[in-house]
């Protein structure tokens, strides 16, 4: 997955900026991103603070680590269930 030019940080400052008030257009011209970019980060981060963001970033991180070691055990027990 391609990574951000963006830190969470940066995301959440621009989203402060447009809930202050700022002008859409104006918003992503200044920090060079397209108006769905914005839309998308204010779906997915409206309303939270930096330090929710991080932890967010966390869970999901450990979420996905807890998932492939399920399917690595589900692997090895049907391997066994075949002898």
Do not use: P
């Not at 991080?54 to 075949?82: F, H, T, V, W, Y």
């Amino acid at each position: 997955m391609r990574k951000s030019r963006f830190t969470e940080e940066q995301i959440v400052g621009i989203l402060q900026e447009y809930a202050a008030g700022a002008k859409v257009s104006e918003l992503c011209r200044k920090h060079g991103m397209s108006d769905a970019t914005l839309y998308k980060w204010k779906a997915k981060y409206g309303g939270m603070t930096v330090s929710e963001l991080r932890r967010l970033k966390d869970l999901e991180a450990e979420n996905a680590e807890l998932k492939r070691l399920l399917a690595d055990a589900m692997l090895d027990n049907a391997g066994l269930k075949g002898l």
